[in-house]
T-cell receptor, first 116, second 112 residues
């Protein structure tokens, strides 16, 4: 089946630094990927839709200058949290659309970000 | 925009019993409704989905029903097993987009 990976699985960074999270579709090409944020015991909140070769579409309330998304190839999207602060600590999950007429999103295993 | 509500937030059942989780959505144009299972510290995994032109879908012990008129859909798990214990999320996909709006989640605990 379709597999999506994320790297790293866990990252700890100091306040004020930036951190990059990678999302890869391993066995299919994904023209569209999504980035979600999940707080402990909460639901997944969509942050942005990432389309290959074009600018990401951010959901209302998400700072595009803080959460930089790049989708440079059909198998890779990256999320960079810039000037991270403790309140950015969260579980970040990506998903990918296989394309065609399928609505199914394949989710990555998530990245736990802790900002100290 | 679309809003999805999910109930109950927690559910405990005895092994072998059935579990039912319900969701309602606000956008009548939404046309795809997946259910995901999430285990602690992992990404969600699709367990079943249904499109708006179908009223019911079943896959072994799992079934989903959709009532478009009432704008609600439900997940039914029969013969529950301890390994069914997890958090379950419903979602709706607004027509014309491929994005998901998730419900608030249900923590299911199956007691052995």
């Amino acid at each position: 089946g379709a597999v999506v990976s994320q790297h790293p699985s866990r990252v700890i960074c100091k306040s004020g630094t930036s951190v990059k999270i990678e999302c890869r579709s391993l066995d299919f090409q994904a023209t569209t990927m999504f980035w979600y944020r999940q707080f402990p015991k909460k639901s997944l909140m969509l942050m942005a839709t990432s389309n290959e070769g074009s600018k990401a579409t951010y959901e209302q309330g998400v700072e595009k200058d803080k959460f930089l998304i790049n989708h440079a190839s059909l198998t890779l999207s990256t999320l960079t949290v810039t000037s991270a602060h403790p309140e950015d600590s969260s579980f970040y999950i990506c998903s990918a659309l296989q394309g065609g007429t399928s609505y199914e999103q394949y989710f990555g295993p998530g990245t736990r970000l802790t900002v100290t | 925009g679309e809003n999805v509500e999910q109930h109950p937030s927690t559910l405990s059942v005895q092994e072998g019993d059935s579990a039912v989780i319900k969701c309602t959505y606000s956008d009548s144009a939404s046309n795809y409704f997946p259910w995901y299972k999430q285990e602690l510290g992992k990404g969600p995994q699709l367990i079943i989905d249904i499109r708006s032109n179908v009223g019911e879908k079943k896959d072994q012990r799992i079934a989903v029903t959709l009532n478009k008129t009432a704008k609600h859909f439900s997940l039914h798990i029969t013969e529950t097993q301890p390994e069914d214990s997890a958090v379950y999320f419903c979602a709706a996909s607004p027509s014309g987009t491929y994005k998901y709006i998730f419900g608030t989640g249900t923590r299911l605990k199956v007691l052995a």
